[in-house]
């Protein structure tokens, strides 16, 4: 049986260590907290202090940055890239290649469709057809 973590040299030079999530794969850097029902798929990469919820599903190919909260149920496809300090809402849908910037927040129950992006700072609220009001 192979080991369950691998070592990562940062821009700075220092090692961190990765565990690989027993539901998925993906790696989750020591000090972040992801629930054991989370779906993180290989490929995806879960910075520390980061907080994932039950039921949440992270793509491959995601990067989730420091200080992030991912809410119950939300759903963040392949290749996207939040930022640091964003908020993820509970059951929100983040398309595939997205950018959510520094400190985001995007409500509960908002999807944002492929290819599409929220600011550093601002929050994204939509409806269940994804019409959508930024503040």
């Not at 220092?14 to 029902?37: D, Q």
């Amino acid at each position: 049986m192979g080991k369950n973590y691998i070592d990562i040299e940062n821009d700075q030079g220092e090692t961190l260590r990765y565990r690989k999530h027993a539901n998925g794969r993906g790696l989750i850097a020591h000090g972040a907290k992801v629930h054991a029902s989370a779906l993180v798929e290989a490929g995806a990469y879960v910075e520390p202090g980061v907080r994932v919820a039950e039921g949440a599903f992270i793509g491959k190919g995601v990067w989730i940055e420091s200080g992030v909260i991912i809410g119950p149920g939300a759903r963040i496809a392949p290749h996207a890239h939040v930022g640091p300090d964003a908020v993820i809402g509970g059951n929100a849908k983040i398309g595939i290649r997205c950018e959510i910037g520094a400190g985001a927040k995007v409500a509960p129950g908002s999807i944002l469709p492929d290819d599409e992006s929220v600011a550093a700072g601002k929050t994204l609220i939509t409806d269940r057809r994804g019409l959508r009001h930024i503040a």
